[in-house]
């Protein structure tokens, strides 16, 4: 933990903060004189050495971040192209090869990749004008439901020997999630089955992008960009089906329990959980003591 004490203007603030791979912590404790002007303070947006502003430069956060960009080929051959097999387009190792390059008294702070925009080419290798439509589709595998980790589809033909599209993912992904491989999947499927014998080799799929490692989950670093566009040249042959975005649903039954729960980010037992889907509202005190409403 980083501890500070500063004066200025005859006033006293102490300053703790603390961050590692747990997360990011802030504490500011001022004397009265500076408590009384916080109390009294207008928020002017148009003024730019107000209290406020002051107060948020000194406890400005440092933002880290590293980037990094890649450029992978994969060859493909015919039988993983029914649609069982999946290419992982992120992976820990390769997040790790980053970190190594960062030193450690900032490495330990990183939290979060994101993801910038990847670039997928996928290339027939065989000659121009065979009808082969493929469908192929990026999916988030975190999630249980297969339909809500659905990020797109990309229906097209390799008839002209190649498939160009763009993903901008528009979000971050925690480096501690134990799926963090499934995070950004790759699945491809030739609708054909009579073209290429097993054993050889019917595609490449070549992609690009852009990682950024960082210490925080906000950030402006996202482009005004669609989901997935397709590149010009490949318009003709291809369509995009996208996501399905659904409608945001606030419950109205809900169970406030207190009993032994874990903390997140400690190993200590705070008194409260709450659980939806419930009839009732209903508390509980631990050592058998309960209260309905």
Same mark, same amino acid.
């Not at 906000?218 to 005004?224: C, D, E, F, W």
């Given at each position: 933990?980083?501890?500070?004490?500063q004066?200025?203007?005859?006033s *006293?603030?102490?300053?703790?903060t603390e961050?590692?791979?747990r997360?990011?912590a802030?504490?500011?404790?001022?004397?009265g004189?500076?408590?009384?002007?916080?109390?009294? @303070?207008k928020?002017? @947006?148009?003024?730019?050495?107000?209290?406020? +502003?002051?107060m948020?430069?000194?406890?400005a956060?440092?933002?880290i971040?590293?980037?990094?960009?890649?450029?992978?080929?994969?060859?493909?051959?015919i039988?993983q192209?029914t649609?069982k097999?999946?290419?992982?387009l992120?992976?820990?190792p390769m997040?790790?090869q980053? @970190?190594?390059?960062?030193?450690?008294?900032?490495?330990?702070?990183?939290?979060? *990749?994101?993801?910038?925009?990847?670039?997928i080419?996928?290339?027939s290798?065989?000659?121009?004008?065979?009808?082969c439509p493929?469908?192929?589709? @990026?999916s988030?595998?975190r999630?249980?439901n297969a339909?809500?980790?659905?990020?797109?589809?990309v229906?097209?033909?390799?008839?002209?020997?190649k498939?160009l599209f763009?993903y901008?993912?528009?979000?971050?992904? +925690?480096?501690? #999630?134990?799926?963090?491989? #499934?995070?950004l999947?790759?699945?491809?499927?030739?609708?054909?089955?009579d073209?290429f014998?097993?054993?050889?080799?019917?595609?490449?799929?070549?992609?690009?992008?852009?990682y950024?490692?960082?210490?925080s989950?906000y950030?402006?670093?996202?482009?005004?960009?669609?989901?997935?566009e397709?590149?010009?040249?490949c +318009?003709?042959?291809?369509?995009?089906?996208?996501?399905?975005?659904?409608?945001?649903q606030?419950p109205d039954?809900y169970?406030?329990?207190?009993?032994?729960?874990?903390e997140?980010g400690s190993? +200590?037992?705070p008194?409260?959980?709450?659980?939806?889907?419930?009839n009732?509202?209903?508390k509980?005190?631990?050592?058998?003591?309960?209260?309905?409403?």
């Amino acid at each position: 933990m980083n501890k500070e004490i500063q004066e200025n203007d005859n006033s *006293v603030q102490i300053l703790e903060t603390e961050e590692d791979h747990r997360g990011y912590a802030l504490k500011a404790t001022f004397d009265g004189e500076t408590f009384r002007k916080i109390q009294g @303070l207008k928020l002017n @947006l148009k003024t730019e050495d107000n209290l406020l +502003s002051r107060m948020q430069r000194m406890f400005a956060r440092d933002k880290i971040s590293y980037h990094e960009y890649q450029e992978i080929e994969k060859v493909i051959e015919i039988t993983q192209t029914t649609g069982k097999h999946k290419l992982n387009l992120l992976t820990k190792p390769m997040i790790d090869q980053i @970190l190594r390059k960062i030193p450690e008294k900032k490495r330990k702070k990183m939290n979060y *990749v994101h993801l910038g925009g990847i670039q997928i080419l996928v290339k027939s290798t065989f000659k121009e004008g065979i009808n082969c439509p493929i469908v192929i589709n @990026l999916s988030d595998e975190r999630f249980i439901n297969a339909r809500e980790g659905n990020l797109g589809i990309v229906e097209g033909n390799l008839a002209y020997t190649k498939l160009l599209f763009t993903y901008y993912p528009k979000y971050c992904i +925690s480096l501690k #999630d134990a799926d963090f491989n #499934d995070a950004l999947s790759l699945h491809f499927q030739i609708k054909r089955k009579d073209l290429f014998k097993p054993g050889n080799h019917i595609m490449s799929i070549y992609y690009q992008a852009l990682y950024t490692v960082t210490n925080s989950n906000y950030g402006k670093i996202y482009k005004n960009k669609g989901m997935i566009e397709i590149d010009q040249e490949c +318009s003709g042959i291809a369509r995009i089906v996208e996501a399905e975005v659904q409608q945001a649903q606030i419950p109205d039954e809900y169970e406030i329990q207190f009993g032994k729960t874990q903390e997140i980010g400690s190993t +200590s037992n705070p008194r409260l959980s709450i659980e939806y889907g419930r009839n009732s509202i209903r508390k509980t005190i631990s050592k058998g003591y309960s209260i309905k409403l």
